[in-house]
C-alpha cells in the first residue's frame, strides 16, 4: 500500500460545532437582576420599611446560631442580594438570616449580588419568589408570599382579561395602563384597595393564580389552596404554622366564611383539640368535611331570585362568598343537593355535578343565606295567604321582586290543598268529629295537674339540696354517714316504681331509726349502716376500671388473688401472635374456652383493653436558608 492510498483511507478530524447562541431570557417583569457580586461592609446594610417578609418562629434564635456555626466553619456558600441606595448605604432584598449570622460571628463584610434601586412592586416579587422556593417554608410563610404576589399580579391579570374597574374614579372603564397609572397615584406605590377590588373578579383571580403558579413553577392548584388558607384568622394560621393542622384541614374550613365558625373548626381539628384523636394527630378529615357540609349551602334550589340584592343583603351573583366567584374553592364541583331540605339547600349530596355549582355556587355564609332565606320564605307565606285566602290573584298580591316564581306556585298549591274552601269545611267536620268527652277533658286535667307537681316537687328539692350540703359539710363524718345511708336497700326501696311501695319504705320504722344517725354521726353509726347496704353489684366498673389496671390494684389491696389480665395478642389468631406467644399448647388448651371463674385460670374481659400508643420524636433536621 502507497503512502498516498494510507492518507487517502485515515479518517479526518470533525469539524467543530459553534457554540450555541445563548437563549435571550426575558428577565423578570423587565428588569434585570444580575447584579454586581462584591463584598459590602455589614454597618453599610439596612433592612428594609414595612412589614417582615418572613414569620417569626419558635427556635429562629438557634437556626441562625446554627448557621453562624456552619458559615464559620465553610464560609458563606450563597450570596444575598442588596439594592444600592443614593446614599450609598445598601438595603436588603433577602438574605435575612445569613446577615444576621455573619454579624454574630463579627464579620466586617459579606458578600453580596449588589442591584441597582428597584421598584416597589420589582423587589415585593422577588423576595415573595424567593421565599416561596425555600425548602423550610412553612404552609403559613408560603401563603403570606402568595398573597403577595396574587396583589402585585392584579393590574397586569386584569388587563390581559380586559377587565372593568369596579371601584374608584374609573369605574365602569377598562383597565389599561393609564388606568393603572392613575390608581397608583391616587394611592401611592401600594395600591392595595384597587389591586384586591380587581382580584375580586373570578376571570382576574384566576388569571393572576395561573400567571403566580407559572412564575414560581407550580401547579395552579397549589397556588390556590395557599389563597384559601388565607381566609383564616391569624390564631388559626398560628396552627397551621406549628404544623398542628394540616394544609389539607385549613383547606377546607376556609370554605366557611363565618370567621367564629372557622375558629371553631380550626381550634376542634387541629392536634390536641376536642375532636382530634390524639395530642399529636390531627382530627380526620372525613370528619371535618362533614362539619363543613352543614355549616355551607347549596344555591342550586333556593326560594329567591339571585341576582336581586334583599334583607340588607347583596345579590348572589357575584358575592364573594359565592364559590362560583371563587375559583378553584369547590373544585371539580363538590357535592350539593338538588332539592330543598329542611327550608334549606344542603351541601350532602353524593350525585351533584359541577355543571350546577358552577351555575349557582355554594353560600359560604351562613348568616346572610339564613336572612334571606327567612325574609323569603316570609314573602312566599304572605303573599300566598293573600292569594289563596283574600281572592287575588299573583299580579294583585304584591309579590317582592326578590322571590322565585317557583318556590310561590308550589307555595300556593300546598295552602290550596291545607286552607282552601274545601280543605277548611274538612277541619271543620273533623272538629266537631274529635269534640272530648267529659272522662277526657279530666284525665287532661289531672295529667296537667300531674305535671305541675312533679315540676314544684323537683324545684323544692333544687332549693333543699343547698342546705343538706352545708349541713352534711359541716360535720366531720357526716358526708360518708349520708352516702352510705343512701347505698342500703332499705333507701333504693324508696326508688320503686311502685309509689304504695315506696311510701311504705320511706314511713317504716326501720328508716326512721337509719335517719337518726344522721343527727348523732359516728362510727358506730356507719358501721350499723353498712349492715343493711347488702349490696353485692356495682363495686367495679368494668368499663373503666378493667382497662386502666385499678381492679387489679383494688384486688392487691385487698389482699384478693386474681389472674393476670389478658392482652390483646391473646385473643388474635394463632397466626397473627407475636412469637413468644404462640409456644407449644396441648390441644386440649388450645380448644377449650377461657374460664370466666376467678380460678386461677386467665378469663375473658368484659371488655377489650385499649390499646395505646407510643409517643413518637420528630427528627431534628437543618434549616436552609436558601
Not at 423587565?30 to 461592609?41: A, F, Q, Y
Not at 381566609?231 to 396552627?239: G, Y
Not at 336572612?371 to 323569603?376: E, F, G, I, V, Y
Request: hydrophobic share 40%; charged share 30%; with cysteine.
Amino acid at each position: 500500500m502507497t503512502f498516498a492510498a494510507t492518507r487517502q483511507n485515515k479518517k479526518a478530524p470533525p469539524k467543530k460545532e459553534p457554540p450555541p447562541t445563548p437563549i435571550d431570557v426575558k428577565p423578570i417583569l423587565g428588569v434585570d437582576l444580575k447584579g454586581e457580586l462584591i463584598d459590602v461592609p455589614l454597618d453599610q446594610v439596612i433592612d428594609p420599611a414595612g412589614p417582615a417578609d418572613r414569620l417569626s418562629r419558635p427556635g429562629d434564635d438557634a437556626a441562625i446560631e446554627q448557621l453562624a456555626r456552619s458559615m464559620g466553619e465553610c464560609g458563606q456558600l450563597q450570596p444575598v442580594m442588596l439594592e444600592r441606595l443614593v446614599d450609598g448605604r445598601f438595603c436588603r432584598v433577602f438574605g435575612r438570616r445569613r446577615i444576621a449570622a455573619a454579624r454574630r460571628l463579627g464579620w466586617s463584610a459579606i458578600r453580596a449580588s449588589v442591584v441597582a434601586p428597584l421598584a416597589d412592586d420589582v423587589r415585593r416579587t422577588v423576595v415573595a419568589i424567593e421565599n416561596v422556593q425555600r425548602q423550610d417554608l412553612t404552609p403559613a410563610e408560603e401563603t403570606l408570599a402568595v398573597d403577595e404576589l396574587m396583589l402585585l399580579q392584579a393590574f397586569a391579570a386584569a388587563k390581559r382579561v380586559k377587565a372593568t374597574m369596579p371601584v374608584g374614579p374609573d369605574l365602569g372603564r377598562v383597565v389599561d395602563d393609564a388606568v393603572v397609572t392613575r390608581c397608583i397615584e391616587a394611592q401611592g406605590t401600594n395600591p392595595v384597595r384597587y389591586r384586591e377590588a380587581l382580584l375580586a373578579d373570578p376571570k382576574v383571580r384566576l388569571e393572576a393564580s395561573e400567571q403566580v403558579a407559572a412564575m414560581l413553577g407550580k401547579p395552579a392548584s397549589w397556588v390556590r389552596d395557599r389563597l384559601y388558607i388565607g381566609r383564616l384568622s391569624e390564631r388559626s394560621k398560628e396552627l397551621v404554622l406549628t404544623g398542628k393542622l394540616p394544609l389539607a384541614h385549613a383547606r377546607e374550613i376556609s370554605k366557611v366564611a363565618d370567621d367564629k365558625r372557622r375558629d371553631d373548626l380550626c381550634k376542634a381539628y387541629a392536634a390536641g383539640g376536642s375532636d382530634s384523636i390524639s395530642d399529636v394527630e390531627a382530627g380526620q378529615l372525613a370528619d371535618l368535611q362533614m362539619e363543613v357540609r352543614r355549616s355551607v349551602f347549596s344555591l342550586h334550589v333556593v326560594p329567591w331570585q339571585r341576582h336581586v340584592a334583599f334583607a340588607g343583603r347583596q345579590p348572589c351573583e357575584g358575592c364573594p362568598h359565592n364559590s362560583a366567584t371563587n375559583p378553584g374553592l369547590f373544585e371539580g364541583g363538590g357535592a350539593v343537593s338538588l332539592t330543598m331540605v329542611g327550608g334549606r339547600g344542603t351541601y350532602d349530596s353524593e350525585s351533584a355535578g359541577s355543571e350546577k355549582v358552577a351555575a349557582a355556587g355554594i353560600c359560604t355564609l351562613p348568616a346572610c343565606y339564613q336572612d334571606k332565606l327567612r325574609s323569603a320564605k316570609g314573602a312566599i307565606s304572605a303573599a300566598s295567604k293573600r292569594i289563596v285566602d283574600g281572592g287575588k290573584k299573583p299580579a294583585e298580591a304584591k309579590v317582592p321582586e326578590y322571590v322565585a316564581p317557583a318556590a310561590l306556585d308550589r307555595k300556593v298549591r300546598e295552602r290550596r290543598a291545607t286552607h282552601g274552601p274545601q280543605a277548611r269545611k274538612d277541619s271543620q267536620r273533623k272538629q266537631i268529629e274529635r269534640e272530648p268527652s267529659k272522662q277526657q277533658l279530666e284525665a287532661e286535667a289531672r295529667r296537667l295537674a300531674a305535671n305541675e307537681w312533679t315540676e314544684a316537687m323537683r324545684q323544692r328539692a333544687k332549693e333543699l339540696e343547698p342546705q343538706i350540703a352545708a349541713k352534711v359539710m359541716a360535720v366531720p363524718g357526716l358526708w360518708t354517714i349520708y352516702t352510705i345511708l343512701r347505698k342500703t336497700k332499705l333507701f333504693e326501696a324508696t326508688h320503686h316504681y311502685n309509689s304504695e311501695k315506696a311510701s311504705r319504705a320511706a314511713s317504716s320504722p326501720a328508716m326512721a331509726s337509719l335517719l337518726k344517725h344522721l343527727s348523732a354521726p359516728s362510727w358506730s353509726a356507719i358501721a350499723a349502716i353498712e349492715k343493711d347496704c347488702g349490696r353485692r353489684f356495682g363495686l367495679l366498673d368494668h368499663w373503666r376500671d378493667g382497662p386502666s389496671g385499678m381492679a387489679d390494684k383494688i384486688a392487691a389491696a385487698l389482699g384478693i388473688e386474681i389472674a393476670a389480665a389478658p392482652t390483646v395478642d391473646s385473643f388474635l389468631p394463632a397466626e397473627l401472635r407475636p412469637k413468644q406467644d404462640t409456644g407449644s399448647k396441648s390441644s386440649a388448651t388450645s380448644k377449650a374456652a377461657p374460664s370466666t371463674k376467678r380460678s386461677g385460670k386467665k378469663g375473658s374481659p368484659a371488655r377489650k383493653p385499649v390499646a395505646t400508643v407510643a409517643d413518637g420524636g420528630a427528627s431534628d433536621h437543618e434549616e436552609d436558608d436558601e
